[in-house]
């Protein structure tokens, strides 16, 4: 019905958790008219040319209703099993890209617009943190430094960066939020790595970086603060968590 192979459809299951919502234990898969739609709708965009995990990422449903409860809940520790357990099961960027990342810019338009919440905001950010650091951990030398930019306080892309890094393998020294400039341009001089990532959410931000003085190291910029910011040559912006993990790896 759907045109592909069960080799790929067992495939999208595991990578992107496209999958039955329904399962029993050593028996058929049962798909329900939601699950073959989502599938359905896979297809057509693979066709298309985008990309799978693009694909996946749309046809997923924005958001876990655990982990919406759970935040409703101010549960910080059941929000922190259950990304964690979307992690085990999709995978670092699946899970940011399809649930994380949609519940955190849903949840900042409730906040805006109802001018309440705030504290949700920030018991669910530093949850993600802690189920990206859980669930991220490579051993040896790390050969990328994270870094966020000169009074930024929005660590958590950095985060699940690192996460993904890991997961694939990489190690990653994560300097975290507000990281002076003269002691970003230390940490690179001393731990000399690979690639050299920044992050800035506000361009006030992300113009306090010394670009200028991190010469010799390939250097990713990340975040909105960098959108009308002038990048010295060598310097390359990346817009998406899958993009910079791609680059990243085909630099180290």
């Known amino acids: 019905m759907l045109g592909i192979s069960p080799t790929t459809l067992r495939t999208w299951d595991r990578r992107y958790g496209l999958g039955p919502s329904t399962r029993h234990e050593g028996k058929h898969r049962r798909y329900n008219e939601d699950d073959v739609a989502r599938l359905k709708r896979m297809v057509e965009l693979t066709e298309s040319g985008v ?13 876990d209703p655990d982990f919406w409860a759970a935040a409703s ?19 670092v960027v699946h899970t940011w890209d399809a649930v994380l990342m949609p519940f955190l810019v849903e949840l900042g338009e409730r906040v805006s617009s109802a001018s309440c919440g705030v ?10 943190s802690d ?10 030398e790390p050969a990328v430094l994270l870094a966020c930019a000169p009074d930024e306080q929005h660590s958590l892309p950095l985060d699940v960066l690192a996460a993904a890094l890991a997961e694939r393998g990489h190690a990653s020294r994560n300097l975290g ?3 002076p400039a003269a002691a970003l341009v230390s940490a690179a001089t001393r731990l000399e ?19 200028d003085q991190l010469k010799g190291t390939p250097v990713l910029v990340a975040g909105p603060g960098w959108d009308a910011v002038p990048l010295p040559r060598g310097v390359r912006r990346v817009d998406t968590l899958s993009s910079a993990v791609e680059t990243i790896l085909n630099r180290i």
Do not use: C, K
Request: charged share 20%; aromatic share 2%; hydrophobic share 55%.
């Open 51 to 63: 990309a799978p995990a693009s694909a996946a990422a749309s046809v997923t449903p924005a958001g």
């Open 73 to 91: 809940g101010l549960d910080a520790a059941r929000m922190r099993r259950v990304a964690v357990s979307l992690i085990a099961r999709h995978g």
């Open 119 to 128: 504290e949700v905001e920030h018991i669910a950010s530093g949850s993600i």
């Open 193 to 211: 790595p690979r690639v050299v990532v920044v992050w800035a959410h506000d361009r006030v931000y992300a113009e306090q970086v010394p670009l």
């Open 177 to 179: 939020a507000r990281v």
């Open 131 to 140: 189920a990206m650091r859980v669930s991220g951990v490579a051993l040896g």
